[in-house]
């Protein structure tokens, strides 16, 4: 019910830019997390989105290189990742939550903690 796709293979500093697609859900009525997860690590949550007030979060690691948004039209919620780096090679996943806070779900590292999660897409940023 939940898609990430727009990963690949990206060069330092460049841009993606990741679309999480809902069928069967509207995700205005969720919050919205960004994670990933690299190799031999836990799982990190990188960004979230609001259900409430649209207000955003992202880890220190990303903050001012990523930028969340939704397109409720298309109910879609993308991330945008501007300035990428090599450490931002993973697996990224999106999940949606109808009654967790992005307080709560920015330190999930599990599938439990989260109402639907999408299938991951792949980024990898190497020169």
């Known amino acids: 019910q939940l898609q990430a796709s727009g990963g690949g293979l990206a060069q330092p500093g460049d841009s993606l830019r990741l679309s999480c697609a809902a069928s069967g859900l509207i995700l205005d009525a969720y919050a919205i997390g960004w994670f990933r997860q690299a190799p031999g690590k836990e799982r990190e949550g990188v960004s979230c989105?609001?259900?409430?007030?649209?207000?955003?979060y992202y880890a220190d690691s990303v903050k001012g290189r990523f930028t969340i948004s939704r397109d409720s039209a298309k109910n879609t919620v993308s991330l945008q990742m501007n300035r990428l780096k090599a450490e931002d090679t993973a697996v990224y996943y999106c999940a949606a939550d109808s009654v967790l806070t992005c307080d709560t779900i920015m330190v999930i590292t599990t599938k439990a903690g989260m109402d639907y999660w999408g299938e991951g897409t792949q980024v990898t940023v190497s020169s």
């Open positions: 989105i609001s259900r409430s007030d649209g207000r955003t």
